[in-house]
Every structure is written in C-alpha cells, then in structure tokens.
C-alpha cells in the first residue's frame, strides 16, 4: 500500500469514525452480510478514472427523440383586475435515456448498475455481494446520496466558492 493509499484510508476511516459528510456507506444483503462502500471522496485513481470513464461512456447511450415545445403566451388576471401577459418562448426538451441503457440499440452489458458496484467494490467483493443477494441499484444510489452529502456540504461552505464544481462529472441525476 502506497503512502497516498495509507492516507486515504485512514481520512475515510477518520470520516467513518465522526460520522463525518465524507463517511462511508453500509448495505445489507439479503442474507444480513453487510457491505462498506466507500464514500466516492476517497476512490483512488483506478476507481475515480473507471467511474469517470463510465459515465462517460453513459453520457453518449441512447435517448428517446428530442420534444419541440411552441412558444406559449397565457394571460392571467389579477385580483385587481390587471392583466398580466406570460410569454414563453419555443424551445426543446432533450429526450430521456433509453432505459435499459443501450448504445446504438444494443443493450450496455453489464448493466450500469453492476458496472458500478465492481468499480466501487472491487470484482472479488462484488462476487460476495452477488452472492449474498446484494441488489446492485442499492449501492448506486447509495454512491448517489454519498455524492450528495459532499456536494451539500461544499455548497453550505462559505470557503468553498464554486469548489463543489469539481465533484460533478457531468452524469445524469438518475445515474450517479
């Protein structure tokens, strides 16, 4: 183990003990083993660059047809019998992913989701996980809420002027 390795480590183990925005997550299998997943703040360079690559890679799957929206004008009256005139102009609304995801019609193996537990996990821990009946959304979206408690925490940080900028990779909400 590398002294950066070491360090991480003790800072997420550091966070875990003070229940920290940086701490790490539990998820309990279906057979009651409990997983620690690491709180994305700490992934080192092989797993931060596997799951930038991943959403990369997600960001470019297919998507339902893109919606154009007329310009719309409404009027509305107020209590005081004033007229009041709304104008909103024409505009598209980008088509959401196809879902399961897929690229040029082909289905993304393995699903997003694994893809993510492995990196995350690690492939021998995510076999354990598989095996205990893990469910592999469930340490997505607890990847997502620990993202979130960063980016909450950064955002509430008056030395942090637009420093939470640097958490975002760009993915879709639904899919961090």
């Not at 809420?145 to 760009?170: H, M, P, Q, T, W």
């Amino acid at each position: 183990m590398t002294d950066t390795d070491k360090a991480t480590a003790e800072a997420q183990e550091q966070a875990d003990t003070y229940d920290s925005f940086a701490r790490s997550g539990e998820i309990t299998a279906l057979n009651g083993d409990v997983f620690t997943v690491r709180n994305p703040l700490f992934f080192n360079v092989d797993q931060l660059t596997a799951y930038n690559r991943l959403h990369h890679r997600m960001n470019q799957c297919d998507r339902w047809p893109d919606v154009e929206k007329p310009e719309q004008r409404m009027k509305s009256r107020q209590p005081d019998g004033t007229e009041v005139e709304t104008f909103v102009g024409a505009h598209t609304v980008r088509g959401d992913y196809i879902e399961p995801y897929q690229e040029n019609g082909i289905l993304v193996e393995p699903p997003y989701e694994v893809q993510v537990c492995k990196i995350v996990m690690g492939d021998e821990e995510y076999e354990k996980f598989a095996a205990a009946g893990g469910s592999p959304r469930e340490v997505v979206e607890l990847v997502k809420d620990l993202r979130s408690g960063v980016v909450k925490r950064a955002d509430a940080d008056s030395k942090s002027d637009a420093g939470v900028r640097v958490l975002e990779d760009g993915a879709p909400a639904d899919r961090e």
